[in-house]
């Protein structure tokens, strides 16, 4: 009986451990081009973001100021957010929209009304919800905060504490949605060049995915199994695997 319970619970296990990695798909589009570094590149606002506005010895005029006596940071609730039409609303100024332009084209534009006001405004916007999430096979997955426009993988990557161990390097993905498209890439990064020379530019909004190689819950189970069986059995199961 004891017999029986052995080789069924391997039975099971083989057959677990050839279950697809879900994130190891080397299907779909492979838009490479879509991720390189632009120069040019600029974040667009989008719905939903959420943005301050400081104006330097401006409490009045400012939302989330990191000039005056509120903190940007969002724990105070100090943000204007953009609606389903594209809107925030300003103090002073009102309505205004804001969908599609970049933070020095919004910045720019705001300046010109506050001179109704100011003679010479300082003027400080950002976008505080801009993120790069990276999920999978490193130590932290989680969604990034960024800063800035130009940001390379191997800086998120970094972010994320590094590449855990069983991380199969070779199928790297990153989505990026626009609109109701979805880019696609797959990096393999034991031969892409690319990846080196930081020509891998991500976006605010972009997705990392990094796979687990295939034996990563062999070596999992094979920590159980051996307890449990003679080294005869075990080797029999590991050689069953390859």
Not at 2 to 17: A, D, N, Q, W
Not at 140 to 163: E, R
Not at 207 to 215: L, R, T
Request: aromatic content about 8%; overall charge positive.
């Amino acid at each position: 009986m004891k017999l029986f319970l052995k080789l069924l619970l391997i039975s099971l296990l083989i057959t677990s451990c050839k279950t697809q990695n879900i994130f190891e798909s080397k299907k779909g589009t492979n838009d490479k081009s879509a991720f390189l570094y632009d120069a040019n590149y600029q974040y667009k606002i989008r719905k939903d973001d959420k943005i301050s506005i400081s104006v330097w010895g401006e409490d009045d005029l400012s939302v989330g100021s990191i000039y005056g006596i509120y903190n940007s940071n969002e724990v105070y609730g100090k943000w204007l957010l953009v609606d389903a039409y594209g809107n925030i609303e300003i103090p002073k100024i009102g309505t205004k929209n804001v969908l599609n332009k970049t933070v020095a084209e919004l910045k720019e534009e705001i300046k010109i009304e506050l001179k109704k006001w100011l003679v010479n405004p300082v003027l400080d916007i950002k976008v505080l919800n801009k993120e790069i999430t990276v999920l999978g096979e490193v130590r932290t997955p989680s969604a990034i905060k960024v800063d800035v426009d130009n940001v390379n993988l191997l800086h998120i990557i970094s972010k994320a504490g590094g590449f855990d161990a069983y991380a199969n390097i070779k199928y790297v993905k990153i989505l990026r949605q626009e609109g109701a498209n979805v880019k696609v890439t797959n990096l393999d990064l034991t031969t892409d060049s690319t990846i080196f020379n930081a020509t891998i530019q991500l976006h605010p909004g972009d997705v990392v995915i990094v796979p687990s190689k295939k034996n990563k819950e062999f070596d999992k189970r094979i920590s159980i199994i051996i307890p449990f069986t003679t080294a005869i059995t075990a080797a029999a199961i590991i050689i069953g695997l390859f």
